[in-house]
């Protein structure tokens, strides 16, 4: 990673997992919480400073200012608190478990090149499920969080809003990756998730 280019690392998990029946950061996977997971995924692929946008104890969190609002809600508290000290956040939510850390590291590079050629880019994520997402800390992503945390209209407060009126751009994962970056919201979709993540396990190769 860029020695002169400063990205936090951050977890969204304020959300109600509503649908889940229960906190979804607190299931558990090969004997860690979703959580932990996910903050160790974040140091793993070279991020020194991690954040989680949500409210645990014995982790670095930053509170939503604006409860019930989503995860626009949790990026513009993180936007908030950390673009004085740094130029960028890497963002991951906490019910992606299946993500990998070369899924992070390769959008991590394209980002870094991109900026090689386009110094004003707005930020880089993948089309395939929003997240990973990196975004520029800069006053365009500022102003329009700070504006669209006001607004009473829902419809405004989409992260493919943002996409599009920030010229954030959308990349493509490789087609063999695709597999990791299934969400879980729902009971059901937490146990399509334990059976995947035992199938490529098993695939790993051995050392």
Known sequence: MSEKLKIAGIVLAGGESSRMGQDKAMLSLDQHTLLVHAFTLLKQAGIEQCFVSGDYPNFPCIVDQ????????????????????????FIIPVDMPLLAEQDCTELIDRYLDRLSHQPQAAGLYYKEAIFPLILTLNRALKTYLTNIMQTPHKKYRSLYRLFETLGIEGVSANETDKVRFENTNTPEQWQDCLTTYSRLSQAKPTK
């Open 66 to 89: 604006y409860a019930g609002l989503g995860p626009l809600a949790g990026i513009a508290a993180c936007v908030e608190q950390l673009s004085a000290d740094y130029d960028a956040l």
